[in-house]
C-alpha cells in the first residue's frame, strides 16, 4: 500500500504544472549594507523549478512603480539584480546573492541604458524588493510584475522620494511579506540563529516569524543553513485530493 501511494505521489509531482512563484514563496532574512558587494539571504518558503527567474531591487516603491524607472533607463535611480534558478531549489533553502546565479553585470534587455548590479544598501536605511516581471526592462513593466516580498530597515513604508525611501507594491501585505525594521546603521542584519533553527513552520507561520522585530539581530555573516518548512494545510488537501484521484484511476486500470 506505501508503495503503491510512493508511486503515486512521484507520478503527482512529476505531472503536475511548473510552480508560478507567489508572494511570500521567498523571503529575505539578512542583509550586508558595507559590504564589497552589498548583499542579502534568500530562503525559499515553497519549491522552486529551475528556470524561475527572480529580480532584486533597492529602488524604492513609488505607489504606481519603482523610483527613476523608464522605457529606456532599465535600473531606475539605483540597482537592479537578477537571480535564475539553475537547478530546484527546495523549500528551507538559503540561498546568498553573492552566488554565482545572480546576474550583477551587464545590459537589462529592452532599454538604452542601466546595467545589472550588486544593490548597494544605503547604511541609512534601504529597501530590498523581490519581484518576477518581463525579461525585457522588468522594472518599468509594472503591468507583469509578481511582487514576492519586500524587506525595509528605515523604520516606516513611505511612497519612494529618495534612494532611503520606498512604499509598498500591490499584492505585498504589511507584518507579512512587507517587513519594516528600525536597524538604519553600517553593518548586517540577520534573523536570529535561534529562530531559524527552531520547530518546522508552514509558508505564513515563518512569514509571520520574520516580520517580528525582536527575532532578528545586527550582526554577521549572514545566514546559510536550511530551515525547516512544511507545505500549508491546503497543500496536503491538494496532494491528497490528486492522490485519490491516480489511485480512482489506477483502480479502474486494474
Same mark, same amino acid.
Given at each position: 500500500?506505501?508503495?503503491?501511494?510512493?508511486?503515486?505521489?512521484?507520478?503527482?509531482? =512529476?505531472?503536475?504544472?511548473?510552480?508560478?512563484?507567489?508572494?511570500?514563496?521567498?523571503?529575505?532574512?539578512?542583509?550586508?549594507?558595507?559590504?564589497?558587494?552589498?548583499?542579502?539571504?534568500?530562503?525559499?518558503?515553497?519549491?522552486?523549478?529551475?528556470?524561475?527567474?527572480?529580480?532584486?531591487?533597492?529602488?524604492?516603491?513609488?505607489?504606481?512603480?519603482?523610483?527613476?524607472?523608464?522605457?529606456?533607463?532599465?535600473?531606475?535611480?539605483?540597482?537592479?539584480?537578477?537571480?535564475?534558478?539553475?537547478?530546484?531549489?527546495? =523549500?528551507?533553502?538559503?540561498?546568498?546573492?553573492t552566488a554565482a546565479s545572480f546576474k550583477t553585470s551587464g545590459a537589462i534587455a529592452g532599454t538604452t541604458s542601466g546595467s545589472y548590479a550588486s544593490l548597494a544598501l544605503s547604511q541609512s536605511g534601504d529597501q530590498i524588493y523581490a519581484f518576477?516581471?518581463?525579461?525585457?526592462?522588468?522594472?518599468?513593466?509594472?503591468?507583469?510584475?509578481?511582487?514576492?516580498?519586500?524587506?525595509?530597515?528605515?523604520?516606516?513604508?513611505?511612497?519612494?522620494?529618495?534612494?532611503?525611501?520606498?512604499?509598498?507594491?500591490?499584492?505585498?501585505?504589511?507584518?507579512?511579506?512587507?517587513?519594516?525594521?528600525?536597524?538604519?546603521?553600517?553593518?548586517?542584519?540577520?534573523?536570529?540563529?535561534?529562530?531559524?533553527?527552531?520547530?518546522?513552520?508552514?509558508?505564513?507561520?515563518?512569514?509571520?516569524?520574520?516580520?517580528? =522585530?525582536?527575532?532578528?539581530?545586527?550582526?554577521?555573516?549572514?545566514?546559510?543553513?536550511?530551515?525547516?518548512?512544511?507545505?500549508?494545510?491546503?497543500?496536503?488537501?491538494?496532494?491528497?485530493?490528486?492522490?485519490?484521484?491516480?489511485?480512482?484511476?489506477?483502480?479502474?486500470?486494474?
Amino acid at each position: 500500500m506505501f508503495k503503491r501511494l510512493f508511486v503515486l505521489a512521484a507520478v503527482a509531482a =512529476a505531472i503536475a504544472p511548473a510552480h508560478a512563484l507567489t508572494a511570500g514563496d521567498i523571503a529575505i532574512i539578512g542583509r550586508i549594507n558595507n559590504g564589497s558587494p552589498d548583499s542579502f539571504a534568500v530562503v525559499a518558503l515553497t519549491n522552486i523549478a529551475a528556470g524561475e527567474v527572480i529580480y532584486f531591487t533597492d529602488n524604492g516603491w513609488t505607489g504606481t512603480g519603482f523610483r527613476g524607472a523608464s522605457a529606456t533607463d532599465g535600473d531606475g535611480n539605483e540597482n537592479l539584480t537578477k537571480w535564475t534558478v539553475a537547478a530546484p531549489v527546495a =523549500a528551507g533553502t538559503v540561498v546568498l546573492s553573492t552566488a554565482a546565479s545572480f546576474k550583477t553585470s551587464g545590459a537589462i534587455a529592452g532599454t538604452t541604458s542601466g546595467s545589472y548590479a550588486s544593490l548597494a544598501l544605503s547604511q541609512s536605511g534601504d529597501q530590498i524588493y523581490a519581484f518576477q516581471g518581463s525579461a525585457n526592462n522588468p522594472l518599468f513593466n509594472t503591468a507583469v510584475q509578481t511582487h514576492l516580498y519586500l524587506l525595509d530597515d528605515s523604520n516606516g513604508f513611505e511612497a519612494a522620494s529618495s534612494s532611503a525611501t520606498g512604499g509598498v507594491p500591490t499584492g505585498l501585505t504589511f507584518g507579512s511579506t512587507a517587513v519594516t525594521l528600525n536597524f538604519s546603521s553600517g553593518g548586517g542584519i540577520r534573523v536570529k540563529s535561534s529562530v531559524l533553527a527552531g520547530p518546522a513552520m508552514d509558508k505564513t507561520q515563518w512569514l509571520s516569524t520574520f516580520a517580528i =522585530a525582536s527575532n532578528w539581530e545586527a550582526g554577521t555573516p549572514l545566514p546559510t543553513a536550511s530551515i525547516s518548512v512544511v507545505p500549508e494545510p491546503e497543500s496536503y488537501a491538494l496532494l491528497l485530493a490528486g492522490l485519490a484521484g491516480l489511485a480512482f484511476v489506477a483502480r479502474r486500470r486494474a
